[in-house]
């Protein structure tokens, strides 16, 4: 069964501070992942998107990667703001164009 | 803003009132999703609209009816809910539903609905 499993399932860290986010997926046939940052009371916003053959993004402080060999993608936060503190979520596409949601990991940044 | 709209933002209802979720998009996008989001829970898919035309429904209720005019407009009609039917309700769309692999979805802001 396709399923896509996210950890910590939330996370509290002071603000300046960096933190890794995962994501483990049994997905197959594999598209692309992708992660969203949803703040609170907003709808997910797409922060970067990997394709089989790439290892890593990053989209300013924030630095994607992928093992496709483990099926693991963590997604790391460096000198975290407060305005860091929102939900986020991995996604996984088949090659039949379905998505598959995690659950997302609740981040909270404390001044 | 992502460039879809959702109204109302939030809504209580009775299990017996009808209401509908209105979902607009200003990106010139071919395909709108019904999302539902529970608490600490994977959003789930409701429906899937190209071109106007349904090409999916997730084994939804009927009480969970779609409507989609054209391809700017998606609306949700419910009716006689549950209080298990509280939620976000999340629009999106994006350029094609069978577009390239690496369509963005753009998201609105969700619609909180409380069934009492």
């Known amino acids: 069964k396709n399923q896509v499993e996210q950890s910590p399932q939330s996370l509290i860290i002071l603000e300046g501070k960096n933190c890794t986010l995962q994501?483990?997926?049994?997905?197959?046939?594999?598209?692309?992942l992708r992660w969203y940052k949803q703040d609170t009371g907003r709808g997910p916003v797409s922060l970067t998107i990997?394709?089989?053959s790439e290892n890593t993004k990053s989209n300013g402080r924030y630095t994607a990667t992928l093992d496709a060999d483990t099926k693991q993608s963590s997604l790391h936060i460096t000198a975290s703001q407060l305005s860091d503190s929102a939900s986020y979520i991995c996604?996984?596409?088949?090659?039949?164009?379905?998505?598959?949601w995690g659950a997302g990991t609740k981040l909270i940044i404390k001044p | 803003e992502t460039g879809v709209t959702q109204t109302p933002r939030h809504l209580v209802m009775g299990m017996t009132n009808k209401k509908s979720l209105k979902c607009e998009q200003h990106?010139?996008?071919?395909?709108m999703y019904w999302y539902k989001q529970s608490a600490k829970k994977p959003l789930e898919l409701m429906f899937v609209?190209?071109?106007?035309?349904?090409?999916e429904n997730n084994s939804v209720p009927s009480r969970f009816s779609p409507e989609c005019p054209n391809s700017s407009h998606l609306f949700l009609h419910l009716h006689t809910l549950q209080p298990e039917d509280s939620a976000l309700y999340l629009c999106?769309?994006?350029?094609?539903?069978?577009?390239?692999?690496?369509?963005?979805?753009?998201f609105g802001p969700g619609t909180r609905l409380t069934v009492l």
């Open positions: 999106a769309s994006s350029q094609a539903k069978t577009g390239a692999s690496t369509d963005t979805q753009y």
């Open positions: 990106l010139g996008h071919n395909a």
């Open positions: 609209y190209s071109l106007e035309e349904r090409v």
């Open positions: 994501c483990n997926y049994t997905v197959s046939p594999f598209s692309n």
């Open positions: 990997m394709t089989f």
């Open positions: 996604v996984v596409r088949d090659s039949n164009y379905q998505l598959i």
